[in-house]
């Protein structure tokens, strides 16, 4: 692997996380979602033998403008940013660190995964009852650490069955996504050291999206 692609891989992963935390607090405050950039995300988790790490998001960086646009915004700002994405990717990443430590958890995610896949083929990745099931997974496993991410948003909203679900499916394809940035060399000292290239990577990557 050269150096640009790996640049360009761990840029992706990152903004894997963005996006899926962008519509966590896009579903929080209005209980909706982008159709595209929600089934991009929820299909990451079904991707457990990918041959690169642009399959993970389906072959095409078209459906991660959302993810690739708010981690431009981070890198672009003077000032370390402050709002719920932001909060809630520091959240995955301190979660999926302990995840990592974890291989009986793991394992379980692994499993558990694979039959949802099994049953997506008979619905759809993002039916009710797929992402009931994965909320499920996420519940049984991370829920379980004493350290949870606290979502804020709108309480009709997050009181809403359906929505508390894509929520929960959300942040876990945000810790795959975290996990697969630091699989890649992901670090957050990145994010200060590394920021023009990781810029120039997101630009890059954002100017290959179909207008």
């Known amino acids: ?45 079904f991707q457990l033998n990918p041959v690169d790490t642009l399959s993970v998001y389906g072959g095409s960086v078209d459906d ?12 672009t700002s003077s000032r370390q940013l402050q709002n719920n994405t932001v909060r809630y990717s520091a959240g ?12 009986d958890m793991l394992g379980v995610i692994a499993s558990r995964l694979e039959q949802a ?7 759809d990745t993002t039916h009710d009852n797929v992402i009931a ?3 499920d997974i996420y519940s049984a496993t991370l829920s379980q650490f004493r350290f949870r991410i606290q979502v804020a948003g709108d309480p009709n909203f997050l009181q809403q069955q359906r929505v508390a679900s894509q929520v929960r499916a959300l942040l876990l394809a945000a810790i795959r996504s975290a996990t697969l940035w ?19 990577e997101t630009e890059a990557l954002l100017r290959q999206i179909r207008p």
Not at 92 to 103: F, M, P
Request: proline fraction near 1%; include cysteine; charged fraction near 25%.
């Open 1 to 45: 692997m050269t150096r640009t692609k790996n640049w360009r891989d761990i840029t992706l992963a990152a903004a894997g996380i963005m996006q899926a935390t962008t519509l966590v607090d896009q579903l929080a405050r209005t209980g909706f979602t982008p159709s595209d950039a929600y089934r991009c995300s929820i299909n990451s988790l």
């Open 182 to 200: 630091r699989q890649l060399g992901g670090s957050r000292l990145q994010i200060i050291m590394q920021r023009k290239k990781l810029l120039g």
């Open 64 to 75: 991660m403008r959302l993810g690739l646009e708010a981690l431009r915004d981070l890198l």
């Open 117 to 123: 896949s099994a049953q997506a083929e008979h619905f």
């Open 133 to 135: 099931n994965i909320a």
């Open 92 to 103: 995955v990443l301190h979660l999926q660190r302990r995840l990592s430590k974890r291989r």
